[in-house]
């Protein structure tokens, strides 16, 4: 038994971070979707980034939690929402510093470079290609979907898009990933 009331299910959706004590609200936000958002960050990103973006995610929501409108939308799109801005954030702040990169050498391991390139290539090709030719919106919109489990509404909260956006990007999404494999 515990000292501390069950919080009801529509508290733990759309908590409200004004009252007495945020800290336990955000407490019990973290407890409950902490592992779901590292999990779709892991799919996104790989597990040495997935767990500094939920850390981020988490405290940028602490920080902005009075910016958070529990009218607008469940939490878990609103911290979607933030994990999401990030890793677009981290994605972009690595391409730039990969193209800063000088070229390698190209004798220097280029074996060990080509066998690396072949076992990633055979792992991740039936997806990997159809996923990067997405625009970025589209392929989030897909991804939280499917790797998150986020519903339509959901996603349309996290992105702060309209509802029908999301089903129409959705919907082109699966007819450009259709016909990719079928010429596959």
Do not use: C
């Not at 515990?2 to 971070?17: K, N």
């Not at 992105?159 to 990007?169: C, F, K, N, Y």
Request: hydrophobic share 45%; glycine share 6%; charged share 30%.
């Amino acid at each position: 038994m515990t000292d501390e009331p069950a919080e009801p299910p529509a508290r733990l959706d759309r908590p409200d971070f004004g009252g007495p004590d945020p800290g336990h609200a955000f407490g019990l936000l973290f407890d409950r979707h902490a592992a779901p958002l590292r999990h779709y960050l892991v799919r996104r990103i790989g597990e040495a980034v997935a767990d500094d973006l939920v850390s981020e995610t988490f405290l940028i929501a602490w920080n902005q939690r009075h910016r958070y409108d529990p009218a607008r939308a469940a939490v878990r799109s609103w911290l979607y929402g933030i994990a999401t801005n990030l890793l677009r954030r981290h994605v972009r702040d690595e391409v730039r510093a990969l193209r800063a990169q000088p070229a390698p050498d190209p004798v220097d391991g280029h074996a060990v470079r080509v066998a690396e390139q072949v076992d990633a290539q055979t792992a991740a090709r039936q997806l990997a290609g159809p996923l990067a030719a997405l625009a970025p919106g589209d392929r989030d919109v897909l991804l939280l979907i499917a790797w998150a489990g986020l519903d339509t509404t959901e996603v349309a909260e996290a992105l702060d898009i309209p509802a029908g956006t999301v089903r129409s990007r959705l919907h082109r999404v699966r007819r450009q990933l259709r016909k990719e494999a079928a010429r596959g």
